[in-house]
Each structure stands twice: as C-alpha cells, then as structure tokens.
C-alpha cells in the first residue's frame, strides 16, 4: 500500500483535459511544498513534469500544470495528446522516517 | 548533456548482497545529491536512499535501514548502492536519479535503470 493516494487510471480523448490527485497527509503532503510528478512509459525511467507542487523544468510543455489544495495535490494535462499515454506518479518529502513517499501510479489511457 | 549510466542487470541468491552502480557525467558531480529509487515488476516506484555527493552524507528509508548502503566514488563520478540479504521480494529495477538541492527531494534526472533478479 503506497502512503500517497492516487487513482489507478484515467482516461480522456485527445484535445481533452484530464486530472489526476495526489492524496496524502499533514506529514507530507499538506506539510511541505515538495510536490513532484513523474511521467513513466512502458520499459522507460521516469521523467520529472512538475517540481515543488506547480513548477515546471525547461522542456516540459505547458501542457502539464500541478497544484495543491490541503493534503491533495494535483496534476492537469490539457489538450490530450497521444504521446501522454503512461504512468504517472507523485511523490512528496514526508517527515516520517520514510523520507520520500510515492503514489501508487495513475495510468492514463487517451481513447 | 547530463548522463547516467547504471551497471549490467544481476541475477543473485536470497541471502546475498547486490552492488549497483551508477556513472554520472555532463555536470559538476559533488554539486548534486543522488537517490535510489527502485521498481517491482508491475509496481510503483519506492525511494530507498540519498548521499550527499559532496560530503558522502547518506540517509536511507526505514524501510532499508540496515541492508542498504550508498556510497560515492568522487575521482570516478559514480555513486553505489548496495543491498544486503536479498530476498525475492527485492527483485526490482534499481535505478539512481539525481537531485538538484538535496532537501527539495525531486529528482530531475534518472539512469536507465538495473534490474536485479534474486532467485534461487
């Protein structure tokens, strides 16, 4: 069981818009601005989309945008796109002696 | 451009201990923090360990506390983790990605990744 709470899939139609949460607690989540999101393919490393809940690294399109609400952070993509197809994951820094807690992964399908 | 290249995929033992490695170039070594993180087969990924590049400082996940071991090599850029009393259950890709603060906790680069099968 991951300590961070997200969906197991979402799906949307390209040119759509999806969301994806992030659940966890006061320890980790809501407690720290350390909010990442990964984007995982099939048989690949995962690759850094969003940093310290809403920013993103250079080369990642402005496509992808994070936020937080409380212990909920969360990851938008607009306009689906075909190549968006994979695994995500969140993570955050967490005071408990785990350091760094993962979600358990969202797939994305886009229909 | 920023690289990171792990050691060869190992088949190991229950009971024994594996020693990965990961090759940094395309930047400054000592001036990052690098994690381990790693992947079940069908899983999610679970963070094990840091080591401060610069001053060899580690911390490891609870979880890990005690059969894993992070070190760093600065004359040849490459960072090591080492588990110990291998059991089926740490069958996974291991794979090394860097930290561009080390206390911001994100990491902006991954290796390939090592897979590590422990069967008997």
């Known amino acids: 069981q991951s300590a961070l709470t997200q969906p197991a899939s979402v799906s949307g139609s390209p040119g759509q818009s999806i969301t994806i949460s992030c659940t966890g607690t006061s320890s980790d989540v809501g407690g720290y601005n350390y909010v990442s999101w990964y984007q995982q393919h099939p048989g690949k490393a995962p690759e850094l989309m969003i940093y310290e809940v809403s920013n993103r690294p250079s080369g990642v399109s402005d496509r992808f945008s994070g936020s937080k609400s409380g212990n909920t952070a969360s990851l938008t993509i607009s306009g689906l796109q075909a190549e968006d197809e994979a695994d995500y994951y969140c993570s955050s820094y967490t005071s408990s002696s785990t350091h760094v807690v993962f979600g358990g992964g969202t797939r994305l399908t886009v229909l | ?120």
């Open chain 2, 1 to 120: 451009q920023v690289q990171l290249v792990h050691s060869g995929a190992e088949v190991k033992k229950p009971g024994a201990s594996v020693k990965v490695s990961c090759k940094a170039s395309g930047y400054t070594f000592t001036k990052y923090a690098m994690h381990w993180v790693r992947q079940a087969p069908g899983q999610g990924l679970e963070w094990m360990g840091w080591i401060n590049a610069a001053s060899g400082n580690t911390k490891y996940s609870q979880r890990f506390q005690g059969r894993v071991t992070i070190t760093r090599d600065t004359s040849a850029n490459t960072v090591y983790m080492e588990l110990s009393s291998l059991r089926s259950e740490d069958s996974a890709v291991y794979y090394c990605a860097r930290d561009p603060y080390g206390y911001k906790f994100y990491f902006d680069f991954w290796g390939q990744g090592t897979l590590v099968t422990v069967s008997s």
